[in-house]
């Protein structure tokens, strides 16, 4: 955020839009969300999935393969950003 105090000019401009009423506000160019678009949406670092913890058998070489290639992260997460890719690109095929 940005610590530096605001302008006179800012401060008034502030004031007067806490003064507006909702209706008072020009939405115009503004387009309305659809609901796919909401049911899409979060905040990145905000939306935080519940994590359940389940006991699978993986061959191996595929676990050794993504420890190798985590990039620093648990291979767990790793393994759970490309089955959430692939859920997604399939969501996205039945849509």
Known sequence: MNSKPFSPEEL???AK???MHD???DLSDIPELTEEQLSRGFRPGLHRPIKMPVTIRLDAD???????H????PYQTEIN???RQHVAKH???RA
């Open 12 to 14: 008034e401009q502030l």
């Open 17 to 19: 839009l806490r003064a």
């Open 23 to 25: 209706e008072d506000i």
């Open 62 to 68: 595929v676990v050794g393969w993504f420890k190798e």
């Open 70 to 73: 985590a990039g620093g992260k």
């Open 81 to 83: 950003r490309v089955l």
């Open 91 to 93: 969501e996205k095929k």
